[in-house]
């Protein structure tokens, strides 16, 4: 079968391709920055796209002679016109979808009660119902928590356990949860396009445990051999203090913590379980969330994180241009360049310069790194918290606690980009 990826630079569709490449599909992905695709091990092996989804000619190209299309994008900006976008680029794949004669859309949305939602649960639901309304057969999979190594919600969950021995917390940390292993999720979305062609319609997903998210957080500690934690139900911390108390001691940043908080005021539930009647549940049955814990810090001991939140790239960057800048912003470089003589092999100083950060720590003044990463923190920036993927090779595009990998020529070249926040020269916006 022949089948488009949408967000397969994201967390759960750089996971989906190689599978589907395994099932024997051949297999298209439409990315806007193709060059993050780079050093992903299966880029020889798929057809790459350029192209934003908002553009309607690169997404009428995407879809030509496509069988499937996997529609797993979904913004995380704290922007107002977020869901206007999502909305927009919903509306043109429907359509190019259709007149390209798809004949199946797979969809990934979150599980989410009736009644009034946050505005990014509704942004999925609003989705899900373009693309059911398609004319396209669609499966619009529901699902909630994704506990895996490197997703957002399990990094929040972790650090969150790991640093704290006592946990102020919001009055939703009483709301039921059914969390789902990652593995459980791309098994469904695997065996979606293989439905019969006439279902059209949502369903719900979710792992065989229902719980409380203070119980997710204390799970996680009999997971990792912590301590349990004590939690403490306070009614005066809102989704935008919860965020920035979350930002402030963990490394996901305010923007991305907010949504995920605002989507847990609500009780996220399986409300029906007719997947098993069109997909049968995986071999072995769905995880549980303990066992989901252990996999996750399992690949993370290991360096085995196929993919990770901290992928996602900022819309900007600190040191980009702005377009009200005069013709000269950015066009002035200044240049350190020291060089040392060593006798070491070049694959030893290389393995030396490709460890820095994360864990490894950095050359010099440790200090001064931590009390600028907090600098960093206080006035929302990324700080170093983020770390890195794996504690000894880099790819391009990976993070690097505030840097991101811009350029890595194996052996020979490693380029940062920054993404903390630098103070502003006067009169500068």
């Known amino acids: 079968m022949r089948v ?21 599909h051949t297999v298209r992905v439409i990315a806007r920055t193709p060059q993050k695709l780079a050093d992903v091990p299966w880029r020889g092996a798929v057809d790459v796209v350029e192209g934003d989804l908002l553009d309607a000619a690169a ?43 798809v004949k199946r859309f797979v969809y990934l949305g979150g599980l989410h009660p009736e009644g009034q939602l946050s505005r990014h649960l509704a942004s999925r639901a609003e989705v899900g119902s373009i693309l059911l309304a398609s004319g396209v057969p669609t499966i619009a999979l529901q699902a909630g928590v994704v506990i895996g190594s490197g997703s957002t919600s399990f990094e929040m969950i972790r650090h969150l356990t790991d640093v704290l021995p006592w946990m102020p917390a919001p009055k939703w940390v009483r709301n039921h949860i059914q969390p789902i292993a990652v593995r459980d999720v791309l098994y469904y979305l695997v065996e979606a396009p293989y439905v019969a062609e ?48 979350v930002h402030l001691v963990t490394p996901v940043p305010r923007a991305v913590a907010k949504p995920i908080i605002e989507s847990l005021q609500f009780e996220c539930v399986q409300r029906e379980h007719d997947i098993d009647a069109v997909i049968p549940p995986p071999p072995g049955g769905l995880t549980p969330y303990r066992r989901a814990v252990r996999l996750a810090l399992a690949k993370m001991r290991t360096g085995q994180v196929e993919t990770s939140w901290r992928g996602a790239t900022l819309d900007w960057a600190p040191s980009d241009p702005l377009p009200s800048d005069p013709q000269w912003a950015g066009h002035r470089v200044y240049v350190d360049d020291r060089s040392r003589t060593t006798t070491a092999s070049s694959a030893a100083v290389w393995r030396v310069v490709e460890s820095i950060g994360g864990d490894n ?3 010099s003044f440790p200090l001064a790194w931590s009390l600028r990463g907090w600098m960093d923190r206080l006035v929302g920036g990324v700080g170093l918290r983020r770390g890195r993927r794996n504690p000894n090779t880099l790819h391009q595009g990976d993070v690097l606690d505030w840097w991101r990998v811009e350029r890595l020529d194996a052996g020979r070249f490693l380029r940062l980009r920054a993404e903390f926040k630098a103070p502003a020269v006067p009169g500068s916006r």
């Open 4 to 24: 488009l990826v949408t967000g397969a630079t994201g967390y759960i569709g750089g996971r989906l391709v190689p599978r589907l490449l395994d099932a024997g």
């Open 59 to 101: 997404v009428d190209d995407a879809v030509q002679d496509q069988d499937a299309v996997f529609y797993l994008v979904h913004s995380m900006a704290a922007g107002s016109d977020f869901a206007a976008a999502e909305r927009r680029s919903a509306q043109i794949m429907a359509g190019a979808a259709r007149r390209a004669g």
């Open 361 to 363: 720590g950095w050359y």
């Open 198 to 245: 006439d279902i059209n319609r949502t369903f719900d997903i979710g792992g065989p445990d229902v719980l409380r998210y203070g119980q997710m957080l204390n799970g996680y500690a009999l997971g990792a051999k912590l301590p349990q934690r004590a939690i403490a139900s306070l009614p005066v911390l809102t989704p935008g203090l919860a965020a920035h108390w």
